[in-house]
């Protein structure tokens, strides 16, 4: 009989002792990304409150204007980058190498 080389018939049997590592690090690197993004948005959200309540006077109000433009923009970071950041690796993790066709977006 001939086989068919193109064709492999491999079966894995995976039990919840069998994790690979690369999954619990990706799993891990997910958790410190979440942590960031939220530290990063409330950390940000205190400097522009106090930077606003803040009554400015002189030279340091135009150092204010700059800090919490500074936060702002950190803060839209944390908001929009970090899960953008999160979703690249996942997409990474599945190997798609078209992200555009998973969303069928043409």
Known sequence: MVENLNETNITTNITSNDIPASYVIFLVNMVICVLMGIGTVLGNLIVIVTVT???SSGIFRYVNE????????DALFGLVGVPLTMVYWYWGKLQVSNPAGVLNIK
Do not use: E, F, M, Q
């Open 66 to 73: 700059v800090v919490r433009n500074l936060a702002i923009t």
């Open 53 to 55: 309540r803040k009554k």
